[in-house]
């Protein structure tokens, strides 16, 4: 018996892959937005304020985590793109580096997994 995901399965974590997609953008677009506000108050007629340090470091503090945030996202939604070329080129589902098919428990989990379990708890 070939072991390989069917086609509904596939299907399935396209659609997932899809969904965690759209959902990423809509917070990358949204935390975009806040970076972009803090800098305005910081830079702009607010900027009186900016002799309160105390409110200046919160301030420098949310807006890094907001980047640190974001690049997490830009990592997640890289590894969407990567796995949904793999469903194109039909490889998905497999371990990058064994070869072996990834659990479906763990693909439901994280549909964007490269490798599995196994595999991605040996060290490199
Ligand atoms: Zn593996």
């Known amino acids: 018996m070939v072991k390989k995901l069917k086609k509904v399965e596939l299907k399935r974590f396209e659609k997932l892959l899809i969904d965690e997609r759209q959902k990423v953008l809509r917070e990358l677009e949204y935390e975009g937005d806040q970076i972009a506000r803090t800098q305005l108050e910081t830079s702009g007629d607010l900027a009186a304020?900016?002799?309160?340090?105390?409110?200046?470091?919160?301030?420098?503090?949310?807006?890094?985590?907001?980047?640190?945030?974001?690049?997490?996202?830009?990592?997640?939604?890289?590894?969407?793109?990567h796995a949904l070329r793999k469903i194109t080129k039909g490889s998905y589902g497999f371990c990058e580096r064994c070869g072996k098919l990834i659990p479906k428990r763990r693909l439901k989990f994280l549909p964007q997994a490269r490798v599995c379990i196994k595999c991605s708890q040996a060290t490199p």
Do not use: K, P, V
């Open 49 to 81: 304020y900016s002799n309160h340090m105390a409110d200046q470091g919160t301030e420098t503090e949310r807006r890094e985590i907001t980047s640190q945030l974001i690049s997490t996202r830009r990592d997640t939604l890289f590894e969407i793109d």
